[in-house]
């Protein structure tokens, strides 16, 4: 059985989707279309910005779904999928890659949701900290263990969890890592504690955008961030993808479950090859192909 897979924040690059955008009149009409959904010229950062540019969530977010999302629908018919999944903002793409949501809706939900997290982000100075080679139940335990806000974030693979917190409960905590046997417990250049409690306030306004969006039922099960498990029920959806930017992404237990369930082929849309390498660790007898 075959996934399509769907990155998140931090894949992105200068000229990714140019070749797209060039060479495919689909492709084209698509990116347009966005530009005039976002009331900027997105296509010009994306194709001919700089780095710090493309750094900034509200831009990178709708950049890295575009790019997703309009691969997946120029591939046509090879875009067969028995099952979708996304790393946090990637669940966005999959859900529109799937037709649970139209194109025009994923675009102003992940527009409202990078303002929204900025917003937040610039409330509580925070940040997030890769562990590794440490057992999951020993980050939660020690996260725990913190006076401070502190989570874990994103269940990458196994031995690398992230974790997401106000800088203090980062700071307390990575120590505390190193000190049970983490390998490393290193701080991210990220804008805030994503999937943390400190991400409420967006939450609280993404939900009403999501509320107020029409879901539909996807081709094939959607595996969520929050559960791990796989959904077709549009009010299912809807739920778990308001929970998301509060919860941590259980990627390494979607490609577990997605296992479980017959899964063989894994296909990455999108900028980067980030999930690939994860798939390899969590799953190396799976195979892994990309395209971007």
């Known amino acids: 059985m075959k996934?399509?897979?769907?990155?998140?924040?931090?894949?992105?690059?200068?000229?990714?989707?140019?070749?797209?955008?060039?060479?495919?009149?689909?492709?084209?009409?698509?990116?347009?279309?966005?530009?005039?959904?976002?009331?900027?010229?997105?296509?010009?950062?994306?194709?001919?910005?700089?780095e710090e540019e493309l750094k900034q969530t509200k831009v990178t977010q709708p950049a890295i779904f575009l790019h997703s999302v309009i691969l997946a629908k120029t591939l046509g018919e090879e875009f067969n999928p028995d099952m979708v999944a996304g790393h946090s903002l990637g669940e966005f793409s999959a859900l529109v890659a799937a037709g649970a949501l139209s194109f025009e809706q994923g675009l102003k939900l992940v527009a409202t949701r990078a303002m929204a997290m900025q917003k937040a982000c610039e409330i509580t100075p925070s940040t997030m900290a890769a562990v590794l080679a440490l057992p999951n139940e020993k980050v939660e335990e020690i996260c725990a263990s913190i006076d401070d806000i502190v989570a874990p974030a994103n269940y990458n693979c196994p031995g690398q969890v992230v974790i997401s917190g106000t800088v203090s409960g980062v700071d307390a905590a990575c120590p505390k890592m190193l000190e049970a046997g983490a390998k490393r417990a290193l701080k991210l250049k990220v804008g805030g504690a994503f999937h943390s409690p400190?991400?409420?306030?967006?939450?609280?306004?993404?939900?009403k955008a999501i509320n107020e969006a029409e879901f539909h039922t996807p081709i094939?099960?959607?595996?969520?961030?929050?559960?791990?498990?796989?959904?077709?029920?549009?009010?299912?959806?809807?739920?778990?993808?308001?929970?998301?930017?509060?919860?941590?992404?259980?990627?390494?237990?979607?490609?577990?479950?997605?296992?479980?369930?017959?899964?063989?082929?894994?296909?990455?849309?999108?900028?980067?090859?980030?999930?690939?390498?994860?798939?390899?660790?969590?799953?190396?007898?799976?195979?892994?192909?990309?395209?971007?």
């Open 3 to 50: 996934a399509f897979v769907f990155p998140g924040q931090g894949a992105q690059f200068v000229g990714m989707g140019k070749d797209l955008y060039d060479n495919n009149a689909q492709a084209h009409e698509m990116f347009e279309k966005a530009n005039e959904i976002l009331g900027f010229r997105i296509t010009d950062v994306m194709f001919a910005g700089t």
């Open 198 to 207: 400190l991400m409420q306030p967006a939450h609280d306004e993404l939900a």
């Open 220 to 292: 094939c099960p959607v595996y969520q961030n929050v559960d791990a498990l796989p959904h077709t029920d549009p009010e299912e959806i809807k739920t778990n993808l308001i929970a998301q930017l509060t919860a941590p992404v259980k990627w390494t237990q979607i490609i577990q479950n997605m296992v479980a369930n017959g899964l063989t082929e894994v296909v990455e849309l999108g900028p980067g090859a980030v999930l690939q390498g994860l798939v390899k660790k969590i799953a190396p007898n799976v195979a892994t192909s990309g395209k971007q």
